[in-house]
């Protein structure tokens, strides 16, 4: 039986990946942040979740460390078979698409004078070790922006969505038209677990494939809610390139939901759900 080891086992996507393996029947060490063991032990499979997502700007040297630093002392010091390290499709940020999707192989742009690239250019390193560093023992998962499962005060733009529903009033400061790739968490649970048993190689989008606007995600909490809403004059446009998905259809067989009805209208899960082999 594999061995999974999940680091960041107290976030989001941490703490129901540690909840699906051992209702799964798998061995699970989900270790504290500081935890010495991780040193001593065989580790397994990991699957690194560890990261600063809303405010890395204030964090800058925290966000590197979480990253970065931790992860190169893992690859040189740890003992595991596979590692799976969590990164974002936030690094095409600075694409120019034109409705392209984007790939896991392009090139991709950074600037270090943008504070907000400090993001991107953390975890493109921590992705460049597990490739380069890891003697062909890690790959990585580009996350989406994934809904589910969120603690009810998260930052993140769905969670304040209904924080601001509950009140009866929603306020955007970005446009209607604005579009993102979103994917539910019961989608990408699955997908962590067989890319961490192996042999998953390289770079993968763990997203939907498709984009909702804002307007989608409005009418959605507003139906359920009734809560009327109001857009900031001259908001801008926010417009994420769309995310191409053919590597985890092609290896995986993953077939995401569309974002705003999984939500909405959540699938039971099976109480112990079985990991298929890649």
């Not at 499709?89 to 950074?110: F, K």
């Amino acid at each position: 039986m594999t061995r999974f080891t999940i680091l960041g086992a107290s976030g989001t996507i941490g703490r129901r990946l540690v909840a699906w393996l051992r209702a799964a029947g798998e061995e699970v060490f989900a270790p504290a942040r500081g935890d010495e063991a991780i040193w001593r032990e065989d580790l397994g499979a990991v699957v690194y979740c560890i990261g600063v997502t809303a405010d890395f700007r204030s964090r800058p040297l925290e966000t590197v460390e979480a990253h970065v630093g931790l992860l190169r002392r893992l690859l040189a010091d740890a003992r595991f078979d596979r590692l799976v390290y969590l990164s974002s499709t936030r690094v095409y940020g600075g694409a120019a698409h034109d409705d392209q999707p984007v790939r896991e192989d392009m090139s991709l742009a950074v600037n270090p004078h943008s504070g907000s690239d400090l993001y991107n250019l953390s975890k493109l390193m921590g992705e460049s070790l597990c490739l380069h560093g890891s003697h062909g023992r890690a790959c990585v998962a580009r996350l989406s922006n994934v809904v589910g499962g969120e603690d009810a005060d998260s930052e993140n733009f769905i969670p304040s969505l209904l924080r601001d529903a509950a009140t009866g009033r929603i306020h955007l400061r970005s446009a209607l038209d604005s579009a993102k790739d979103y994917i539910h968490i019961d989608d990408v649970v699955p997908l962590l677990a067989r890319m961490a048993r192996g042999p998953a190689t390289g770079i993968y989008n763990i997203a939907s494939g498709s984009r909702t606007t804002h307007a989608e995600w409005i009418d959605a909490i507003t139906a359920a809610t009734g809560a009327e809403v109001t857009v900031e004059p001259g908001a801008p446009r926010i417009l994420f390139p769309p995310i191409d998905i053919t590597r985890i259809r092609a290896e995986f067989g993953a077939d995401p939901r569309e974002a705003v009805r999984s939500l909405f209208t959540p699938v039971a899960r099976a109480s112990s759900p079985a990991i298929a082999s890649a």
